[in-house]
């Protein structure tokens, strides 16, 4: 199994970023896909998920109304829109796969699979 992250990039406050997440090596309508994100310093913290069949998200509430997840099992590709970014929004973000309940989506310890971060830098 293999989760790429790809996408991050230094960008102004106020700016967008679309993140992208290409899994192989599973069965990836089968599986619940999150972003996670951690700074310097910090916990990895949940940022955002999605059902296996995208029928149902959910976000971090420093995300929501400004950042979107959405799937598209035709290219085994998850993404993530960060809209009106923000200093604190820097992290290196990483996408995971999970298998199991959409009860644990924002726990980090519950997926299956992680891919390999990719930066994330917002100026201000």
């Known amino acids: 199994v293999q989760l790429q992250a790809s996408g991050g990039g230094l960008v102004q406050a106020g700016g967008s970023l679309r993140l992208s997440c290409a899994a192989s090596?599973?069965?990836?309508?089968?599986?619940?896909m999150g972003w996670f994100r951690q700074a310097p310093g910090k916990e990895r913290e949940f940022v955002a998920a999605i059902t296996w069949s995208g029928s149902s998200t959910d976000y971090a509430d420093s995300v929501k109304g400004r950042f979107t997840i959405y799937r598209d099992d035709a290219k085994n590709t998850v993404y993530l829109q960060m809209d009106s970014l923000k200093p604190v929004d820097a992290a290196v973000y990483y996408c995971a796969a999970d298998r199991r309940s959409w009860v644990n989506r924002n726990r980090a310890s519950m997926y299956d699979y992680w891919g390999q971060g990719t930066l994330v830098t917002v100026s201000s």
């Open positions: 090596g599973l069965t990836f309508s089968s599986y619940t």
